[in-house]
């Protein structure tokens, strides 16, 4: 799916395109959803580009994600989606500046292209160029890197709070707990991966180039980039954290372990005397001492019971109950 965004009175105005037809000259973005092979070539042949295919767009090496071709610019970034599922994942992002006109190229739907889109719609902003728009983008897609970090962060905090509350030492689902701290593990980890991809993109669009940047561009560009510096600090600091917690949880759950283990060493202690004693007077031999004695059965249980009374009391008296 292609779809040109037009500027008119501060605002962007979408249009969708089939392959083949025109694309507007007054378009300063154009956004490929899921494109076609058609419409792939179709682009191309339009604008004289050479538009990456979603093998390209998958490489990790940064001259194959970050490079110019004459007077366009090609940048590839990382971003999250579906990150309120159980499973989010990072998808690749190219972002394509070509004579003031930014070509975007996709294949998931990550919410900030909705989310800027529809501020556009319906909201003045910066938006008379393709470096406009670009800028405007990277803005929205930091701000749900933060929104994540900060999901993450309250999470993490409440973890912290059942796991530590001394209010609260019932039993724990430590399964959901370990679940709920691989999770933020994974979210974190795709943040930062995001921020640094976003981090060498901006560092790339903004160094001096042929491609000549708008003032209110220059700024978004300079806040972005302070933004992602911050943001990657704050996914250090909040992983940190999530290993803590982690390290804690295992700890507990060693601690609940060595205390079960614990419990049946002392039962088996407790009643090793007994059974030995049992095991002596349970021996048929026709010459026993106590064998025919009247008070012989009295005293072996009295003696099986002191036997296991008295360890007991010694293991409580060393605290070792």
């Not at 090609?74 to 690749?92: G, K, L, N």
């Not at 973890?159 to 999770?183: M, P, Q, T, V, W």
Request: charged content about 20%.
């Amino acid at each position: 799916m292609i779809t040109a965004y037009i500027p008119a009175d501060g605002m962007l105005k979408p249009v969708s395109l089939a392959a083949g037809e025109a694309i507007p000259e007054a378009t300063v973005w154009i956004d490929m959803l899921q494109p076609t092979d058609e419409e792939l070539v179709f682009v191309d042949r339009e604008l004289d580009l050479d538009v990456p295919t979603e093998e390209d767009m998958r490489e990790i090496e940064i001259t194959s994600r970050l490079y110019q071709e004459s007077e366009a610019l090609y940048m590839t970034a990382t971003m999250i989606t579906q990150s309120d599922m159980p499973q989010p994942i990072s998808v690749p992002v190219s972002f394509v500046l070509s004579r003031h006109r930014l070509l975007t190229l996709r294949y998931a739907e990550p919410l900030p292209f909705r989310v800027y889109a529809a501020q556009a719609l319906r909201h003045s902003m910066p938006c008379s160029t393709g470096e406009d728009v670009l800028a405007g983008l990277l803005d929205a897609i930091v701000d749900r890197v933060a929104d994540i970090l900060e999901k993450v962060q309250v999470d993490i905090e409440t973890l912290s709070n059942e796991i530590f509350a001394h209010e609260r030492r019932g039993k724990k689902d430590y399964n959901a707990i370990l679940s709920r701290i691989g999770r933020g593990h994974a979210l974190t980890s795709q943040a930062r991966e995001s921020l640094v991809s976003f981090g060498r993109l901006v560092g790339f669009v903004a160094r001096p180039s042929e491609v000549k940047l708008t003032k209110s561009a220059e700024r978004g560009f300079k806040n972005i980039a302070r933004d992602v510096t911050s943001l990657s600090d704050h996914a250090s600091f909040l992983a940190n954290n999530i290993n803590f917690v982690l390290d804690a949880t295992l700890g507990l759950i060693n601690n609940e372990q060595s205390s079960t283990i614990k419990i049946f060493s002392v039962a088996a202690v407790v009643f090793l005397p007994p059974t030995l004693i049992a095991s002596i007077y349970g021996m048929n031999f026709e010459f026993m001492p106590e064998l025919t004695w009247v008070y012989g059965y009295p005293m072996a249980l009295g003696l099986m019971v002191l036997s296991a009374v008295l360890p007991y009391m010694f293991f409580k008296y060393r605290g070792w109950l």
